[in-house]
C-alpha cells in the first residue's frame, strides 16, 4: 500500500519530509511528501546487515576533484577505494541510462532504457525523462533494480531520488522514495537520509540512494572549464564531507559510494540536423534517434547518411560496433547515429512559429562513446567497514557497481551483465556472490 506522508506522519517514523519551495498560485507552503510503501518489518536476518548508502552527483567527471579540489571526497580514496582514471559509463553515456544500469548491472539496450528520451515501436509510445507518466510507469523498465532486489529479499531500501526510483519495477518499490523535486534543499536531503538511518531497526533501510544534479548543470550552461563547475564541484563536496560526518555521528556499520552518471565535453559546432542529408517524412524521431517504418526506409536513410557528413557514423543497428552494446533493441532506432566527437546531433530542426528563437547547442554535453572521448569517464569512491582503504582501481564499466553493492549486502544477484569479480579486490573480505552471472 502506498501512503503519502505529510510532516505530522513522518514525525511519527521520524521520517520528516523536507521543505518543498511554495506551489505557484497557492498561498499556503507545501510539502514534497515522502511516500512510505508498507513492506512489513523488514526480516530479521537482513537487519544484521551492513548499510549502503550510494551518492550520485550528475555529471561529475572523472578529473573534476583534483581538478578543482574536492577535499572531502578525495579523503574517501584514502580510506577506501576509487578509480583515479574514472569509471567507463555505458553507451550513451547520458543520465536516465546510466542511473539505471548503475542500478541493475545491466546495459541500456538490456534494461530498456537506452536514452533519456526515446520510441518503443512495439508499443507505439514515447518515452522522456520530463514525462512524469512515462518516468512513474514500471513497465517501461527491465532488470531488478537494487532497492526492488533488497525489497524481495525482505531489506528495506529508500530512494532520495533515482532515475526509475518513482515506479513499480520488478514488482517492487523503495520503501520510502520521493517523486523528484530538484528545489528542495540539499542539506535537507542529507537530514532525511539520516532520519532514515535513525529509524527502528525493523523500518530502517539498508540500501539507500541519493542525488544532485548541480555539477551537471554547471557544466551544461557554462561548459567543464568554467568558474561554475568549479563552485558546483566545491558545493557537493562540502555536501560530500556534510554527509560523511553525519553517517560516522550514527555508529552503524555503513558503506559510502560516491559515483557519477558521466562526464562533460565542451561541445563543438552548431546543430548537426540530419534532416539536410535526408528528408525524415514518415519517420519517427525522437533527438538523433530514427525509426524506420519498414526495412526499405531504414535502408534509404543509412544509404543517404552513411557518407553525408565527417562528424558522425552510421550503422544499421545489427551492425553497430559490438563495444558499444547498442546493436539489438529496437528503442534503440535503425539506422544509428554514433558522433565521432562533441557534437550535436538531431534528426531535424524544430518548426518555429514566428517569435521563436532557435534553441542553441549547450555549451557542455555529454552522451558520446566514452572509448573516443574520455572526457566522458565518471567517478567512482567508496569507503566504509567492507571497503579496504586505498584502493586504486583500474577504469572498469560501470555495469559492474550493482555486484559490488549485492556483495556488501549479502544479496543474491539476478542474471545481469556485470561480474561480481571486478571489483571484488576493494573489498575487505573479498567475499563475492556465487549466483551465475549472464554475460
Known amino acids: 500500500m502506498l501512503v503519502p506522508l505529510r510532516r505530522a506522519a513522518l514525525t511519527a517514523l521520524l521520517l520528516l519530509a523536507p521543505a518543498a519551495v511554495p506551489a505557484q498560485g497557492f498561498a499556503q507552503q507545501f510539502v514534497t511528501p515522502v511516500i512510505a510503501v508498507d513492506h512489513g518489518p523488514e526480516a530479521a536476518a537482513q537487519q544484521q546487515k551492513h548499510y549502503v548508502v550510494m551518492v550520485s552527483l550528475d555529471g561529475f567527471r572523472w578529473d573534476y576533484a583534483k581538478r578543482y579540489g574536492a577535499p572531502h571526497i578525495l579523503e574517501l580514496a584514502k580510506e577506501g577505494a576509487s578509480a583515479p582514471d574514472g569509471m567507463i559509463p555505458s553507451y550513451p553515456s547520458l543520465t536516465f541510462p546510466n ?75 523503495p520503501s520510502y522514495y520521493l517523486h523528484f523535486d530538484n528545489k528542495i534543499d540539499d542539506h535537507q536531503r542529507i537530514d532525511t537520509l539520516i532520519q532514515w538511518l535513525q529509524l527502528p531497526p525493523e523500518k530502517r ?95 534509404h536513410l543509412y544509404q543517404k547518411l ?35 566527437g562533441p557534437y550535436s546531433i538531431r534528426a531535424q530542426a524544430p518548426h518555429l512559429q514566428p517569435g521563436q528563437t532557435e534553441r542553441p547547442v549547450l555549451t557542455g554535453s555529454h ?14 569512491f567508496a569507503a566504509g567497514p567492507d571497503i579496504r582503504a586505498g584502493v586504486a582501481l583500474k577504469p572498469f564499466e560501470n555495469i559492474n557497481v550493482f555486484p559490488f553493492v549485492t556483495a556488501i549486502l549479502g544479496l543474491e544477484n539476478p542474471p545481469i551483465d556485470g561480474s561480481p569479480n571486478v571489483l571484488s579486490g576493494a573489498l575487505k573480505s573479498n567475499v563475492v556472490s556465487n549466483d551465475e552471472v549472464k554475460q
Not at 127 to 139: C, E, F, I, R
Not at 163 to 171: K, R, T
Request: hydrophobic share 35%; net charge negative; aromatic share 10%.
Open 367 to 380: 552522451g558520446y562513446d566514452p572509448a573516443g572521448i574520455p572526457e566522458m569517464r565518471a567517478v567512482f
Open 205 to 299: 533501510p539498508h540500501f539507500l540512494t541519493l542525488y544532485y544534479a548541480d555539477v551537471d548543470h554547471a557544466g551544461h550552461e557554462h561548459g567543464p572549464d568554467s568558474p561554475e563547475v568549479a563552485a558546483a564541484v566545491h558545493h557537493v563536496d562540502e555536501l560530500i564531507g556534510e554527509l560523511h560526518k553525519k553517517l560516522d555521528a550514527l555508529h552503524l556499520p555503513i558503506d559510502l559510494i560516491v559515483v557519477s552518471d558521466h562526464g562533460m565535453v565542451r561541445t563543438q559546432g552548431s546543430w548537426i540536423n540530419l534532416d539536410q542529408y535526408v528528408s525524415m517524412d514518415g519517420i519517427q524521431t525522437i533527438g538523433p534517434l530514427l525509426y524506420a517504418p519498414d526495412e526499405a526506409s531504414a535502408n
Open 99 to 173: 542511473h539505471y544500469t548503475l542500478v541493475t548491472g545491466l546495459y541500456p539496450e538490456h534494461h530498456g532504457i537506452v536514452d533519456n528520451s526515446f520510441y518503443d515501436p512495439a508499443r507505439n509510445a514515447r518515452y522522456a525523462l520530463g514525462d512524469q507518466q512515462a518516468v512513474t510507469d514500471g513497465s517501461w523498465y527491465g532488470g531488478v533494480p537494487l532497492w526492488s532486489l533488497a525489497e524481495k529479499q525482505g531489506m528495506r531500501s529508500a530512494c532520495f531520488f533515482w532515475p526509475g526510483s518513482e515506479a513499480e519495477i520488478a514488482g517492487q518499490r
Open 306 to 340: 552513411k557518407a553525408a557528413d565527417a562528424r558522425f557514423e552510421v550503422y544499421r543497428r545489427d551492425k553497430v560496433p559490438a563495444g558499444l552494446h547498442f546493436d539489438s533493441n529496437p528503442r534503440e532506432g535503425d539506422p544509428v547515429i554514433v558522433p565521432k
